[in-house]
């Protein structure tokens, strides 16, 4: 997103389709069931308890620590 990294510049007339498809898309293909939007929120939102994952990292929030994404294995 152009604006902050989290708005888009583009009206509202042109982001609605868009987003139509796009929750669309999600409910069909990965997340079946109501409001796939709020679900990615909750996932991202690094302030909700537990692990989060964020830009930078996965959060474990209790502590503030950042984990790897990638585990290695033998």
Known sequence: ???AGLMS???AETLVPKLKELVDILQKEI????NP?????????PVIPRAKITDIA??????QTLLPMIIETK
């Open 58 to 63: 996965l959060v474990e929030v209790e502590t």
């Open 31 to 34: 997340m079946p069931g109501k």
């Open 1 to 3: 997103m152009p604006l």
């Open 9 to 11: 510049t583009k009206k």
């Open 37 to 45: 939007i709020h679900r990615m929120i909750a996932v991202t939102l």
